[in-house]
């Protein structure tokens, strides 16, 4: 009998032999180089390990698929700028294993199912098109003809092109990104959700509304001037190590740090630069000045704490507001100040689960300083009220007057290596009206106006049949979203899913009745077209765009750029009826950038631009103090303190990453920072909670969430007791993306609620 979809999209649950030890007190130095060292060994050979580490992220190499944390502009390390992390990230898609016919001959897509994404990742890149007929119990190689055809049949058998979904992850480049979106509104509709829906999109919808552009505001320049900077929900370390070095210079230049997280993360705390010899012998740098240990979604609550106390001074003093800011550049400071004044300070304290003494030496950090940048990630975007915890960090940033000029702004840190890049070219359900307008302008088609399905609402259509094909450029869809039973249901009752992958996951195996995989290029690799080697690009978190080009050798002659699969399967479903030729951009994607000059604002002179080895920055608003928001003005806003309350017994959960992951796709078993090796199914709790019920270390439980009358369940994880607040805990994801309900998500935003997720604890 074969698995059912929720059985094969959820991660296995046998343990690994978990082995723990007191997490260090300092990041990178030695381990990581080893580490590092030992992941290129693993996979890759020694001749493109050495190419690839020379060429990352230098003027003129490639884009690390790692993160989207920007690169020095003049100073590059010879060395090659990379970390460990992104090392482990090349290694993955550089690894010299392939899988193709043979491999899928063996293996039945059930038996795949019950490996784990561990050994699913580790079995080689994709080598050619496959084909899953409905029924089998195998995919089989197919031409890419024969599968653009298929692709072309079922879109084009559909009623209505709404019942087709788009989905793209952070990692496809401007060039194939903007062709997608293109393809996608001449087919006729704008189904296009990405991952930015379960990422950043929290920091979109806030900072559009407060300050008219939905990105950060900050330079890395700015960074090294600030007076202050606060790093909020976010573990660089392990996410943005090269955001490690960059901290460190502020500190070189007087600039203090605030680090506001329910973890200690070894790397808010100390850091080495492996770069520098002298530091690795002398033992690092003291990073944060202040670790504020929040409870979990306590971030509005400290905020609102901090507001009230700053009020209080300002009234005594009147020198802590930036006055002449606020007049000229702002609009609903009055409101703001009287809905403020409803707050009781000792409540705001409370909720926020900090004590008073680290309270003042937080507040007396921020008091006086006048240069101040806030970073975060996804500790504030992935909470019911997330769009209010990054409203509330505008308004600390508008009273300081901390917007818009040196050292001082909003630092929203990107995850994937081009996720804002594709939303700047259009991957965007809810695009506005001059961007479409000028589709219109250039091409002469009419694209929808009607708001296309983020990806809660096109797990919810697929669910209800309402959406019958999935096509996803890049990511692993079921292993990313919520409420993982119901999001396995949702992709087979599709007729056709379709990945355009570099490697095997697990949404390769959770399938509508028929499936494609369409293998491409990575990053590292020559893209040879008809007019040569193409250059791509991409954006980083700060704004600015930069050409990436592979060094290294296709893994397989039968590999397609996601340029050239989005070229394919525009003309097979739109031959005839499109005004567009679709395959000339295959040949010269300098005709895609000629089009995005011309459609997306920014980009004039495009191919000439992007010719400057260190790229070029896109025009940002906000740093200008030109906010394009409906008032004209930096906007004030008033937010709630959010009103959950636990039930006996219950635990707020939050899921994060560990050290060896990226997203989805687990480098290895260790959580190094965090003293935890050898397994994913744990759960750190506080010790006091563990006392209360009588857990033992590493005892064995399950875990079970309610939501709206709803149980979920997930088996067998082991109890770490770790320095956590009390009632928070955290689980890795995927594994207990099975507990988060898809129905919790951010307001306004529909990101999910996947760092906030109420839990109960079982013993086994
Ligand atoms: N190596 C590596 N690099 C990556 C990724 C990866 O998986 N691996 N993923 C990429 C992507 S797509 C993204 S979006 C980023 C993610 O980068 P991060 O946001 O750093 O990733 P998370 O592990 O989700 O960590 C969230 C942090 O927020 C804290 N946190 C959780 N809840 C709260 C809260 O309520 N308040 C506060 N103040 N803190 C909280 C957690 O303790 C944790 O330190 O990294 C990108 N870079
Ligand atoms: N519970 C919980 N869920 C989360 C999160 C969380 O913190 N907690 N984080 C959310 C966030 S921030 C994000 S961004 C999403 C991530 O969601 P996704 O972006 O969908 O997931 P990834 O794991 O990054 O995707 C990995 C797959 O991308 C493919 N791939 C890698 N490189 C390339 C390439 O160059 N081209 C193509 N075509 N494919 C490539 C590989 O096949 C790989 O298996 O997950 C979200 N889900
Ligand atoms: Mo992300």
Not at 252 to 272: S, W, Y
Not at 470 to 477: E, S
Not at 555 to 567: G, I, N, Q, T
Request: proline share 4%.
């Amino acid at each position: 009998m074969s698995l059912k979809a929720k059985d094969k999209a959820k991660t296995p649950e046998h343990f690994t032999n978990l082995k723990t030890q007191e997490p260090p007190k300092n990041t990178v130095g030695l381990g990581a180089i080893k580490s590092s060292i030992s992941h290129a060994n693993q996979y890759m050979n020694t001749g493109d390990a050495l190419k690839l580490s020379l060429k990352i992220n230098q003027k003129g190499g490639f884009d690390c698929p790692g993160c989207a944390w920007p690169d020095p502009d003049d100073e590059r390390s010879a060395l090659g700028e990379y970390c460990e992390n992104g090392m482990k990230a090349i290694a993955e898609e550089a690894q010299n294993k392939t899988i193709g016919a043979d491999f899928f001959a063996q293996h039945a897509v059930d038996e795949l199912a019950t490996w784990s994404d561990f050994q699913i990742g580790k079995s080689g890149r994709l080598s050619e098109p496959m084909f899953l007929e409905e029924g089998a119990t195998h995919y089989k190689p197919i031409s890419w003809e024969a599968a653009f055809k298929k692709v072309g049949e079922h879109l084009n058998a559909l009623d209505n092109p709404d019942e087709a979904v788009f989905y793209t992850s952070g990692r496809t480049t401007n060039e194939a990104a903007f062709l997608y979106q293109l393809f996608v509104r001449e087919y006729g509709t704008a189904n296009l959700p990405d991952c930015s829906n379960m990422c950043h999109e929290a920091s979109g919808s806030a900072l559009s509304e407060t300050l008219g552009i939905g990105k950060g505001s900050v330079t890395l320049d700015d960074l090294y001037k600030a007076e202050l900077v606060m790093v909020i929900g976010q573990n660089p370390a392990t996410n943005h190590p090269r955001m490690l070095s960059a901290l460190e210079k502020t500190k070189k230049n007087g600039g203090k740090i605030i680090a506001i997280n329910p973890l200690p993360e070894a790397g808010l705390m100390k850091f080495t630069d492996p770069q520098s010899p002298i530091k690795m012998l002398t033992g690092g740098t003291k990073l944060s000045d202040v670790f504020v240990p929040i409870t979990i979604n306590g971030d509005v609550a400290f905020f609102k704490a901090l507001l009230l106390k700053l009020l209080e001074k300002e009234e005594q003093d009147g020198n802590v507001f930036d006055k002449e800011f606020i007049e000229q550049y702002t609009s609903g400071l009055d409101e703001f100040i009287s809905d403020l004044k409803t707050f009781n300070f000792e409540d705001c304290l409370e909720a926020s689960g900090v004590s008073r003494a680290i309270f003042d030496e937080a507040f007396n950090l921020i008091l006086n300083k006048k240069k101040i940048i806030i970073c975060w990630a996804m500790g504030l975007t992935q909470h019911e009220n997330a769009v209010d915890n990054i409203r509330e960090v505008v308004n600390l940033l508008l009273l300081k007057g901390s917007i818009g000029k040196e050292g001082a702004g909003t630092c929203p840190v990107r995850g994937h290596s081009n996720v804002q890049g594709d939303r700047t070219v259009g991957i965007w359900e809810s695009a506005p009206q001059a961007f479409l307008d000028k589709i219109e302008n250039k091409y002469g088609f009419k694209p929808t106006t009607k708001h296309g399905y983020s990806v809660i609402d096109s797990i919810k259509a697929m669910y209800e049949k309402k959406a019958k094909v999935f096509f996803g450029l890049g990511g692993n869809f079921i292993s990313a979203v919520p409420d993982t039973a119901y999001s396995a249901q949702a992709l087979a009752n599709c007729n056709l899913t379709v990945h355009v992958s570099t490697k095997l996951n697990r949404s390769h195996l959770v399938t509508g009745k028929e499936a494609l995989i369409f293998p491409c290029l990575g990053r590292t690799e020559k893209d040879y077209q008809k007019t040569g080697i193409q250059v791509q690009s991409v954006e980083n978190s700060m704004g600015i765009v930069s050409s990436t080009k592979g060094v290294l050798e296709p893994c397989s002659d039968k590999l397609l750029s996601e340029v050239a699969v989005v070229c394919g399967v525009a003309h097979a479903t739109l031959k005839g009826r499109s005004k567009i030729n679709w395959l000339d951009y295959q040949d010269d994607y300098n005709l895609v950038r000629d089009d995005i000059a011309e459609v997306v604002s920014g980009f004039d002179d495009y191919n000439t631009r992007l010719k400057n080895p260190s790229g070029f920055y896109l025009p940002n608003g906000a740093r200008i103090r030109k906010f394009n928001t409906k008032t004209k003005k930096a906007n004030f806003s008033i937010n709630k303190l959010p009103k959950w309350k636990l039930k006996k017994d219950e635990l707020i959960m939050m899921t994060i990453r560990s050290h060896d992951q990226f997203n989805t796709t687990i480098y290895g078993l260790d959580d190094r920072y965090r003293g935890v090796f050898n397994e994913r199914r744990i759960i750190f709790m506080n010790r006091d909670d563990m006392t209360s019920r009588n857990l033992q270390e590493h005892q064995v439980v399950n875990l079970k969430s309610e939501f709206n009358g709803v149980i979920r369940e997930v088996n067998n994880f082991k109890v770490i007791g770790y320095d956590i607040p009390k009632s928070c805990c955290a689980t890795y994801f995927p594994e207990t993306n099975v507990l988060v309900p898809l129905d919790s998500f951010a307001h306004t935003a529909k990101t999910p609620a996947s760092k906030s997720i109420r839990i109960t604890v079982h013993k086994t």
